[in-house]
């Protein structure tokens, strides 16, 4: 597999999680507005750069969501107490009642109609792949962002 392999599985799954997500939450919701919540979800406190960098989205137009979904309640922008000239993005407790009384965010059914056209037994061996790679890639994906500064 080269880079433009992986950038392009990458960006299918993503887009396939995105999509069931996007029922799963809240129909009213865009793709960019599912993902920057799942940012906030995932780690509270970052600033717009950093769920920029982690959703993919250009910062421009992450600001505007965060900003979008601050007036509707679902996040929080706070100023930085160590660096004033920062803010820092946080989910409310609506975007928490959200969450919790949405539908289960199992990644299964996704990956099963992701792999629709493939054989039943090689569809099941690519998800079990699947989730061993994201047990094992979580943590280290965690300590890169770490290392190389929330990238």
Known sequence: MNLSELRRLGRALSNAALASMHSAVDNSLTGTEIAVLDCIRVQSGLTVGEIARR??????????????????????????????RRSLVNGTPALMDLLANSTTLDAAPTLKAFFADVPDDEAARLITALEDAARIIEPQAAAYRKKTGGT
Not at 55 to 84: K, M, P
């Open 55 to 84: 959703s993919g989205f250009a910062q421009s137009r992450v600001s505007n969501v965060v900003a979008d979904l601050a007036d509707r309640g679902l996040l929080e922008i706070a100023t930085d107490s160590a660096d004033r």
